[in-house]
């Protein structure tokens, strides 16, 4: 099993992604970013996310080519 850190909050990702936290709660709603709300928390896997921005990043460079 993996650490509490592969686990991340709402504020370690929205500073990590260096967005507000409203915009990251928006695209969150809108299942662009990859969550699971449990409560009123939404909690976010670590490698998930930093996998699903490194695709992102592929993406936009792979358009301006």
Known sequence: MGSDRDVL???EVSRWLRIPKSTLYKLCSEGRIPSVKIGKHWRFDRAVV???FQ???RERIEQDF
């Open 50 to 52: 930093e996998s699903w």
């Open 55 to 57: 695709k992102r990043v």
């Open 9 to 11: 909050n709402a504020d």
